[in-house]
């Protein structure tokens, strides 16, 4: 498969929008997804580490799992990471990893999986019994975010009905 963020991988972190997105979702996560220190947490669509950054410091184990390289190498070269988000590059529908979390956190990554029943199945099935679940992505939205023109290759889904 080809990365699709090699590109934008580049200037990620200086893209308002994701940014403005990523502390928000953050901040929700730090405040109501339970946090413990022994928690082993997997971050799906992992990116450059926006959102593990915030919660990796917190926890016992991060891993963050991303299909693109290009966003993993990215994450890997900032400093306050490094040696405390493990990086997996891989689907992890079509590859399961063969450990469970006690917290699986996924920010702005929904939308570009085409079966997102599947993806549901997966998660849940990578968490620990009494593992907790920290969703987020776009509502339906007009383009705002992804264009709904032809540059739209690997994004499935413009947004969620939240009912």
Same mark, same amino acid.
């Given at each position: 498969?080809?990365?699709?963020?090699?590109?934008?991988?580049?200037?990620?972190?200086?893209?308002?929008?994701?940014?403005?997105?990523?502390?928000?979702?953050?901040?929700a996560v730090l405040r109501h997804a339970g946090l413990r220190p022994g928690d082993r947490v997997l971050d799906f669509g992992a990116g450059t580490g926006l959102i593990c950054g915030r919660i990796a410091p917190r926890v016992q184990r991060m891993v963050a799992v991303d299909i693109s390289q290009s966003m993993l190498d990215q994450l890997a070269r900032k400093p306050e990471l490094q040696?405390?988000?493990?990086?997996?590059?891989?689907?992890?529908?079509?590859?399961?990893? !063969?450990?469970? @979390? !006690?917290?699986?956190?996924?920010?702005?990554?929904?939308?570009?999986?085409?079966?997102?029943?599947?993806?549901?199945?997966?998660? @849940?099935?990578?968490?620990?019994?009494?593992?907790?679940?920290?969703?987020?992505?776009?509502?339906?939205?007009?383009?705002? @975010?992804? !264009?709904?023109?032809p540059d739209t290759e690997g994004v499935f889904h413009h947004g969620f009905d939240r009912e």
């Open positions: 498969m080809s990365d699709l963020f090699e590109e934008k991988s580049r200037d990620w972190d200086q893209n308002e929008r994701v940014l403005a997105i990523s502390r928000a979702v953050g901040d040696g405390c988000v493990e990086t997996r590059c891989q689907n992890i529908l079509d590859c399961p990893l !063969d450990e469970r @979390f !006690d917290l699986i956190v996924s920010a702005m990554a929904m939308h570009h999986v085409e079966d997102t029943d599947r993806l549901a199945r997966s998660l @849940f099935g990578h968490l620990s019994p009494g593992g907790r679940i920290a969703l987020a992505d776009l509502d339906a939205e007009d383009g705002y @975010f992804h !264009d709904t023109g």
